[in-house]
């Protein structure tokens, strides 16, 4: 079975600018989250997709977006970048509809110039 | 919120010996993973242990909920085993998402 896919896996990108981010998970999972790792923050949690509706949500500013198709693929949006937003993004797959265990694709690194 | 401690933040080996990691938690848990995350930047799943004893290989992990604790004992290491380990709870809190702790470096020579 095919693991969970990221696409791209490196972006530059200039302040100001937005850009998007996609995860496809594994066959079978409905549920998708995003997480996104820096070296001061650590991984922090940014949101959870489950039968494309957003289902839980972490301490980020709105500029942070995602949507969740019906195939299960999963979108995320940054606008307006900032220098801060440089980092690894991660998306997780599971089953959905409880504490299963998360998938981790391998991950898309922005960096914001 | 649950705060997640993992000890120790670094750690370096000879080729071969034994090691133990330990992620302290505030709360009581849903779920439990422990993730070895390579140079690439990908975690790799270890263990999904809310509670228990699990072995897989020279990798085992025990997790006591009840006194919130985890541990992940690697036996015989190796090179590759270098990298960041991470342990990451879910509550009932803070719904699916997964709350991690800093991780352990371990450096493994040969």
């Known amino acids: 079975k095919a693991g969970v896919t990221q696409t791209p896996r490196y972006l530059i990108k200039t302040r100001g600018q937005q850009v998007t981010l996609s995860c496809s998970p594994i066959s079978g999972h409905r549920s998708v989250s995003w997480y996104q790792q820096t070296p001061g923050q650590g991984l922090q949690f940014l949101f959870e997709y489950f039968s494309e509706t957003q289902r839980n949500k972490g301490n980020f500013p709105g500029r942070f977006s995602g949507r969740q198709f019906s195939n299960s693929r999963s979108e995320m949006n940054v606008s307006t970048l900032e220098l801060g937003d440089s980092a690894l993004y991660l998306c997780?797959?599971?089953f959905g509809g409880g504490p299963y265990e998360q998938y981790f694709g391998p991950g898309t690194r922005l960096t914001v110039t | 919120g649950i705060q997640v401690e993992q000890s120790p933040p670094d750690l370096i080996l000879q080729e071969g010996a034994n090691s133990t990691l330990r992620c302290n938690f505030s709360d009581s848990v849903n779920n439990l993973q422990w993730f070895h995350q390579n140079p690439w930047g990908q975690l790799i799943n270890l263990f999904y242990i809310p509670s228990g004893t699990k072995q897989n290989g020279r990798l085992s992990a025990t997790t006591v909920a009840t006194e919130r604790y985890s541990l992940l004992y690697i036996s015989s290491s190796q090179t590759t085993d270098s990298g960041v380990y991470f342990c990451a709870v879910v509550t009932n809190q803070a719904g699916t998402a997964l709350i991690f702790g800093k991780g352990t470096t371990l450096s493994v020579s040969s």
């Open positions: 997780a797959s599971s």
